[in-house]
């Protein structure tokens, strides 16, 4: 499936800058997701938009902070960010619909931060 | 709490062999969702299969297939004839109705390595 864009898809960064990832889904779906993973930890929730609404922030620090313009765009704007935030950065959309609805992921944005 | 557990953090098999992937769940839910994703190493994960708690047979889309097993929590992986390709992380993963949004909760994943 390759509905889903992620750019950049490498991305090396200081603490003192601010950088946005872009996500963009050509699948017509109605929900769209941030998923944060590290190395040897299951894949983490960080954001949910449900209908351009977001329903889901799972604690995550105030120097990530999302938008959604749009059903098919996603923003994942970094501020200040710390080493340990260095990880794959996932994005997915998906069609709502109940326990069956499929989640389709992107290419993901590999961050690091110095 | 739902949880997923996948308790192989490495597999290995040779070419055109099948192996089998194991992931356990636990819900108190009756209605929910299981998904199995694969993950090169180029970081995209990629949807391979869907067995919902009420479907009565196994899932299978081409070389891979779902051994549902209710009773015992259990959704394992079945990837019949290994090919090279087929060597990536592999995921399970689970949607229950009364988790938050529509989120997914995954396993840690297991590393598979075909070789030649």
């Known amino acids: 499936e390759t509905g889903v864009t992620q750019t950049p898809r490498h991305l090396v960064m200081g603490m003192t800058n601010k950088k946005s990832l872009k996500c963009e889904q050509h699948?017509?779906?109605?929900?769209m997701y941030w998923y944060k993973q590290s190395a040897k930890k299951p894949l983490e929730l960080m954001f949910v938009y449900s209908l351009e609404e977001r329903v889901e922030n799972n604690s995550v620090p105030s120097r990530f902070s999302p938008e959604c313009p749009n059903s098919s765009h996603l923003f994942l704007h970094l501020h200040t960010l710390q080493p340990e935030d260095s990880a794959l950065y996932l994005c997915a959309s998906s069609h709502l619909g109940g326990v069956g609805e499929t989640q389709y992921f992107g290419p993901g944005t590999r961050l690091l931060v110095l | 709490a739902q949880k997923i557990t996948q308790t192989q953090p490495g597999m290995f098999v040779q070419e055109k062999e099948a192996v089998t992937l194991d992931c356990t769940y636990d819900t108190s839910d009756q209605s929910y969702g299981l998904f199995w994703y694969k993950q090169p190493s180029s970081g995209e994960m990629i949807f391979l299969i869907y067995?919902?708690?009420?479907?009565?047979q196994n899932a299978t889309e081409g070389r891979y297939s779902l051994n549902f097993q209710k009773a015992r929590k259990s959704a394992n992986l079945v990837i019949s004839a290994s090919q090279l390709g087929d060597s990536a992380m592999y995921f399970c993963?689970?949607?229950?109705?009364?988790?938050?949004?529509?989120?997914?909760?995954f396993g840690k994943g297991t590393t598979l390595s075909v070789s030649s």
């Open positions: 993963a689970m949607r229950a109705p009364n988790q938050a949004g529509t989120a997914l909760i």
């Open positions: 067995q919902g708690s009420y479907d009565e």
């Open positions: 699948l017509g779906h109605n929900a």
